[in-house]
């Protein structure tokens, strides 16, 4: 599975710490067509010009992650990381193709906003979505410097 923080992501995190700024109320996922099942974009990778999201058609909305669905923060075996509860996203009204991870975003509007963080599945697996086909994700995020 490959994962990253853009840049861009690593500036909106640092302008609140350790700044003593706050944490953002609410983050939102989108799902990701472009990359491949094992890779994702560069630190240098913008939501707006290189992160393919699913088609707005078909009933396809990023989804909100309230601050609070996140867990606290704790290592692993292999570095620093969250989680935030299931997400559900609508039912496919149309075909949406095939997507190869998720990402987090400041924006709920899809194609705007800054990206923190984007990763593939932990299988490493395009899922295909189809018409009436109902996808779930489980975000987490690891730091390992």
């Known amino acids: 599975m490959a994962e990253i923080f853009p840049n861009e992501g690593l500036t909106l995190i640092y302008a609140g710490f350790p700044k003593g700024g706050s944490g953002p109320a609410n983050t939102w996922i989108g799902l990701f067509t472009g990359y491949s099942a ?23 909305a990023r989804a909100t992650i309230s601050s609070s669905s996140w867990g606290t923060a704790a290592t692993s075996q292999s570095g620093w990381g ?14 949406w193709g095939t997507v190869n991870g998720f990402l987090i975003t400041n924006s709920l509007t899809q194609g705007a906003g800054v990206v923190y963080f984007g990763a593939n599945f932990d299988d490493v697996t395009g899922v295909a979505i189809n018409t009436n086909d109902v996808i779930k994700v489980t975000p987490s995020w690891i730091y390992t410097g």
């Open 38 to 60: 094992s890779t994702v974009g560069s630190s240098i990778a913008t939501i707006t010009a290189t992160w393919s999201e699913v088609a707005s058609a078909g009933a396809y």
């Open 82 to 95: 969250s989680g935030a509860a299931q997400v559900t996203f609508a039912t496919a009204t149309a075909v």
